[in-house]
């Protein structure tokens, strides 16, 4: 009987562990498809660690791991091949993002909240806790400009947007004149205060501006 319970428990523990997923930043073995910088693509069992690692710099030698469809063997894939990942038809992309528990950049998977086809990017990082002191979640939201580099993404909260938010978001979409001059004089719905105890207003004000200025004409 005893034998018997201990191979249920293990068996119980065997399947919890089996696979998971916390953050865009702490999963394990998901089924899901990295894309890479040439647009070719892999699917399987995919493992990323970051999610206890934020304090460390960018590392260019970072890696995830998968193993791919078939295969029973985990592989290790530089960061510095991808763009990202899909699980189910969410996408994450790997950005160079500023956080600031530390106040230094990260390599990083954000999740995509505006269409592949966007002018402008919108992302969340979703934090579990497991990275700062407080062990509080926290979401953070990075734009990507049309003209920004693969990588690049600017932290909503940083100084490249805010305080002046008006001044330096118009300038963005200089080239829409309506959006632009709704912004500069602060219309509603479309700028950001210094400081906000509402937590999805900079996903919804951008969110805005970027969807009208997608059909600007």
Same mark, same amino acid.
């Given at each position: ?85 899909? !699980?189910? %038809? ?7 993002? +500023?956080?600031? @528990? *530390?106040?230094?950049? $990260? ?75 709704? !912004?500069? %004089? ?7 205060? +210094?400081?906000? @105890? *509402?937590?999805?207003? $900079? ?15």
């Amino acid at each position: 009987m005893k034998l018997f319970i201990f191979s249920l428990a293990v068996i119980f523990c065997s399947c919890s562990q089996a696979f998971y997923f916390e953050t865009p930043n702490d999963v394990y073995r998901m089924k899901g498809t990295i894309l890479f910088n040439d647009n070719t693509k892999l699917t399987g069992d995919i493992t990323i660690p970051f999610e206890e690692n934020y304090q460390a710099y960018i590392n260019t030698g970072q890696f995830i791991q998968i193993i791919p469809e078939g295969k029973t063997t985990e592989e290790r894939v530089s960061l510095n091949s991808i763009t990202g990942y899909y !699980i189910d %038809s969410n996408f994450y992309a790997l950005k160079r993002v +500023f956080l600031f @528990i *530390d106040h230094n950049d $990260h390599m990083l998977f954000v999740k995509r909240l505006t269409s592949e086809h966007s002018k402008i990017q919108l992302y969340i990082l979703h934090q579990s806790g497991k990275s700062n002191p407080t062990g509080e979640e926290t979401d953070d939201y990075f734009i990507s400009l049309p003209k920004s580099g693969p990588y690049e993404a600017i932290n909503t909260r940083s100084a490249k947007l805010i305080p002046d938010f008006d001044a330096k978001m118009s300038a963005f979409v200089a080239d829409c004149p309506p959006i632009a001059d709704k !912004i500069r %004089s602060r219309a509603d719905g479309y700028f950001l205060p +210094f400081v906000t @105890i *509402d937590r999805f207003k $900079h996903r919804d004000v951008l969110m805005k501006i970027i969807n009208e200025y997608n059909n600007c004409q």
